[in-house]
């Protein structure tokens, strides 16, 4: 085998070994292989993948996260930053699961309601629809009640009227109409990840130009770009709401320390430099 000048010994698996070991296909391994997330600790010769027991390990966890329902890239963090973030990421995770529950609860409920008037008023559609709609309007509540109080709401709402334009707060409500609880859920897991990140790199000593810390630069202004879809207008409302959360003028507590926004916001600049 080609890694390490070592001989081929009975703790290497060929892809079809590995694969049947695993109980996956081989074409799941080449995909795993592409995409970064088990790359082969060796290679034949002639270029054949070559896996270890550790390998078999770390797959295992691969298969286990995407059993709870992981994404690709959610693994792949899970994997880098070990067994202290995942714990936080189970408990998302969960909280997601309860709401596909309670979604798919909605849907059987309106299968059932649409069943009784099917036997009663058949082809009536007007009734039909009508039904749809309302168990829509019920999936669609505004979940944020469930984790603030209206007292909390107002606060936001006062927040925002102060940092957006009316013309700003329209175009947002617009944005926001197909948000969902799961969407709110899963951009929670996202800026936990890229803060818990961030917290890694400075007590690392690392500075906002390594490469590391540029990887981060880059993922956490693809995420302001996904609220912000590029607008100046939104952009600019978004730092009066981030700089009314660090003076704790919001419901929930500050999302970083000036230590880790200074770090940020000079690893970004560099990053936008970089691009220029």
Same mark, same amino acid.
């Given at each position: 085998?080609?890694?390490?000048?070592?001989?081929?010994?009975?703790?290497?698996?060929?892809?079809?070994?590995?694969?049947?070991?695993?109980?996956?296909?081989?074409?799941?391994?080449?995909?795993?292989?592409?995409?970064?997330?088990?790359?082969?600790?060796?290679?034949?010769?002639?270029?054949?993948?070559?896996?270890?027991?550790?390998?078999?390990?770390?797959?295992?966890?691969?298969?286990?996260?995407?059993?709870?329902?992981?994404?690709?890239?959610?693994?792949?963090?899970?994997?880098?930053?070990?067994?202290?973030?995942?714990?936080?990421?189970?408990?998302?995770?969960?909280?997601?699961?309860?709401?596909?529950?309670?979604?798919?609860?909605? $849907?059987?409920?309106?299968?059932?309601? +649409?069943?009784?008037?099917? %036997? #009663?008023? =058949?082809?009536? *559609?007007? @009734?039909? /629809?009508?039904?749809?709609?309302?168990?829509?309007?019920?999936?669609?509540?505004?979940?944020?009640?469930?984790?603030?109080?209206?007292?909390?709401?107002?606060?936001?709402?006062?927040?925002?009227?102060?940092?957006?334009?009316?013309?700003?707060?329209?175009?947002?409500?617009?944005?926001?109409?197909?948000?969902?609880?799961?969407?709110?859920?899963?951009?929670?897991?996202?800026?936990?990840?890229?803060?818990?990140?961030?917290?890694?790199? $400075?007590?690392?000593?690392?500075?906002? +130009?390594?490469?590391?810390? %540029? #990887?981060? =630069?880059?993922? *956490?202004? @693809?995420? /302001?770009?996904?609220?912000?879809?590029?607008?100046?207008?939104?952009?600019?409302?978004?730092?009066?709401?981030?700089?009314?959360?660090?003076?704790?003028?919001?419901?929930?507590?500050?999302?970083?320390?000036?230590?880790?926004?200074?770090?940020?916001?000079?690893?970004?600049?560099?990053?936008?430099?970089?691009?220029?």
């Amino acid at each position: 085998m080609r890694k390490g000048g070592n001989t081929l010994d009975h703790h290497f698996y060929h892809s079809g070994q590995f694969a049947a070991l695993a109980s996956v296909t081989i074409r799941t391994l080449r995909f795993y292989d592409k995409v970064g997330l088990l790359k082969p600790s060796g290679r034949t010769e002639s270029g054949y993948r070559l896996y270890t027991d550790a390998d078999l390990f770390r797959l295992q966890r691969i298969l286990a996260l995407k059993f709870l329902g992981f994404s690709l890239e959610e693994i792949q963090h899970c994997l880098r930053v070990g067994p202290t973030t995942l714990k936080e990421t189970l408990a998302l995770q969960k909280q997601m699961m309860r709401e596909k529950r309670a979604q798919l609860d909605a $849907i059987i409920q309106a299968i059932g309601e +649409t069943e009784r008037l099917l %036997q #009663t008023q =058949a082809q009536d *559609w007007e @009734a039909i /629809v009508r039904v749809i709609q309302v168990m829509q309007m019920q999936q669609h509540s505004d979940w944020r009640k469930k984790y603030f109080t209206d007292e909390q709401l107002q606060q936001m709402e006062s927040l925002s009227k102060q940092s957006y334009t009316e013309e700003d707060r329209a175009k947002l409500a617009e944005w926001g109409k197909n948000w969902s609880e799961e969407d709110q859920i899963r951009a929670t897991a996202e800026w936990n990840a890229l803060r818990t990140e961030l917290q890694r790199l $400075i007590a690392a000593g690392k500075e906002p +130009t390594d490469p590391e810390a %540029q #990887t981060l =630069a880059g993922r *956490w202004l @693809a995420q /302001v770009q996904g609220f912000t879809r590029g607008d100046a207008s939104i952009t600019e409302g978004l730092k009066k709401m981030t700089a009314a959360n660090m003076r704790g003028e919001t419901p929930y507590p500050p999302f970083y320390s000036k230590e880790e926004a200074a770090f940020i916001h000079k690893a970004m600049e560099v990053y936008q430099q970089s691009q220029q």
